[in-house]
């Protein structure tokens, strides 16, 4: 089993903060250089029209020229000295507030640059594992000069394993790149509940039969929902294999469809071992797997993004020993 992987802290490195340090300096320099330009324009015209109309004064009310001179010049080197410190202490106002909104600018492009980073740490880890274990159980079987056909099978077994993992590693993968594109550029319909779970149990009723589990629906009326088909699908059916991979043989998985302020509630409750309660915030993290998990750490996160694409919310309450409930949450068509 690959071990579980925790949240990352401080996933960029300090080259990417300086990165985005002098994005934001240069931000901040070019809002300062254009709200520059625009005072400047505003000086210029203020001080010429003072100018304009001292100069036209009238001579006569004043004791002779050169008093008149004297006036102009004075009131004009005033005028000059507000205009220069009004300016200056704008531009040292406007340089700390382009300082903040160059950083509010560039904040969702750092949050999601760190999430790209993240996420392909997470996935080169997770590739690597099923990689690793088919290298090594390869390698051991090669320095066998005459290995018993035990050991060979056992070998492919375990590495058509680590196949199937990576296989659907990479569907999971191709799942949530698709999402965003298909939400933007398909258009939603309209969405019948009552029937689509059906469908999605029927589909693993085999393999909870082999497990010995029980799966029951509470019959409800037909909710309908706006979205995508194949993601109401997709969720329904990732939930669902979730509670029959930690449902014990024997228990059983009840699953619920009800309205709750004006919206749609599917419930999905097993009787299985829970899940503790340090692992309970980070289950829809992308990659994130506790313990008991052998996943890949994917089928809640696709849950997640799916729900929200779909104007929902996904959550889950667990207990340890007693078993966990999910729910997903969407408004009535």
Do not use: C
């Amino acid at each position: 089993m690959a071990p579980r992987l925790k949240p990352f802290e401080g996933s960029a490195t300090d080259s990417d903060h300086k990165v985005f340090f002098w994005a934001r300096l240069k931000l901040t320099g070019i809002y300062v250089g254009i709200l520059a330009l625009i005072l400047l324009g505003f000086s210029l015209v203020l001080f010429q029209s003072v100018a304009h109309n001292l100069n036209d004064a009238d001579e006569g009310d004043f004791a002779g020229p050169d008093s008149h001179h004297h006036f102009v010049q004075h009131t004009l080197d005033s005028v000059q000295n507000e205009i220069v410190l009004i300016d200056v202490f704008i531009l040292i106002a406007a340089a700390g507030a382009s300082y903040v909104l160059a950083g509010y600018t560039l904040r969702p492009i750092q949050r999601s640059l760190e999430a790209q980073k993240k996420f392909s740490e997470n996935a080169s880890h997770e590739l690597r594992t099923p990689l690793a274990v088919m290298k090594n159980d390869m390698e051991v079987l090669l320095r066998n000069p005459s290995p018993v056909k035990e050991a060979v099978q056992s070998t492919l077994r375990s590495s058509i394993d680590e196949i199937d993992r990576l296989s659907t590693m990479a569907k999971d993968l191709l799942t949530l790149a698709r999402s965003g594109i298909q939400t933007a550029t398909t258009e939603e319909a309209r969405v019948e509940l009552k029937a689509l779970i059906e469908k999605e149990m029927e589909k693993l009723e085999p393999i909870a039969e082999e497990k010995g589990i029980t799966m029951s629906f509470v019959k409800a009326e037909a909710f309908y929902v706006r979205g995508h088909p194949s993601n109401f699908e997709r969720m329904i059916l990732n939930l669902l294999q979730n509670a029959i991979e930690h449902t014990p043989r024997g228990a059983s998985i009840s699953v619920g469809l009800t309205e709750e302020n004006k919206q749609a509630v599917i419930s999905i409750t097993d009787t299985g071992s829970g899940i503790p309660a340090k692992d309970l915030p980070h289950v829809f993290d992308r990659f994130y797997k506790g313990e008991r998990s052998n996943g890949t750490g994917l089928g809640l996160a696709i849950v997640k993004e799916l729900a929200e694409q779909s104007s929902g919310s996904a959550m889950l309450e667990s207990e340890v020993g007693k078993g966990t409930t999910a729910r997903l949450k969407f408004p009535l068509a």
